[in-house]
């Protein structure tokens, strides 16, 4: 038995399997959609401190090649 909730809409799921629910782990396709929209809008990010195009701070360390 499985009783979980959606995490966009939250409405609450439950059944004998996630075979009962096709979209899983989302209720129906339209949850599914608005959660690709927001990655695809970048809604999901992670904080980060370093300055956007500031890639010399990734590569300091490296020491160039002869």
């Known amino acids: 038995m499985i009783r ?3 995490s966009i809409c939250e409405r609450w799921m439950e059944g004998q399997s996630t075979a ?4 899983f782990p ?8 608005i959660d690709l929209g927001r990655w695809l ?3 999901y990010r992670i904080p ?7 890639e010399s701070e990734y590569f ?7």
């Open 41 to 43: 809008g970048e809604n």
């Open 60 to 66: 300091a360390d490296e020491k160039e090649i002869p």
């Open 4 to 6: 979980v909730r959606c």
């Open 20 to 23: 009962e629910w096709p979209e």
């Open 48 to 54: 980060s401190d370093a300055e956007e195009g500031s």
């Open 26 to 33: 989302f209720c129906s396709r339209r949850c599914k959609t």
